[in-house]
């Protein structure tokens, strides 16, 4: 059965960073594309970050130069480095992958921006 769990998140000030992580269980991890999505109240879910099985990365235009999508396929975690963050990247965020025919999303966590 496969697991994303996350850590990470909180609550921080504008300019400041927070790094997220996802650790996936049950799959072979290294074969799969993955991503980070976030939903902010009030809004649908967004694509923000995604990287695939080859390490290959693309970012949502507002995050780009700012936040920076990693994977460990020896230890089966992905990340999300998030600098310069502002008020606007406040929202629930979530790992994500697409395997063995069905989706699997991680638990969500919270970041908040904010002075």
Known sequence: QVHLVQSGGGLV??????RLS?????INFRLYAL????????KQRE????????GVSNYTTSVKGRFTIS??????RLYLQM??????????YFCHTNA????FWGQGT???VSS
């Open 100 to 103: 063995y025919r069905s989706e």
């Open 47 to 54: 694509l923000v970050a995604s990287i695939t099985s080859s």
């Open 22 to 26: 996802c650790a996936a269980s049950g």
């Open 13 to 18: 000030q504008p300019g400041g960073s927070l």
């Open 83 to 92: 600098d310069n963050l502002k008020p606007e990247d406040t929202a629930v």
């Open 71 to 76: 994977r460990d396929n020896v230890w089966n």
């Open 110 to 112: 919270q970041v908040t």
């Open 35 to 42: 991503e980070w999505y976030r939903q902010a109240p009030g």
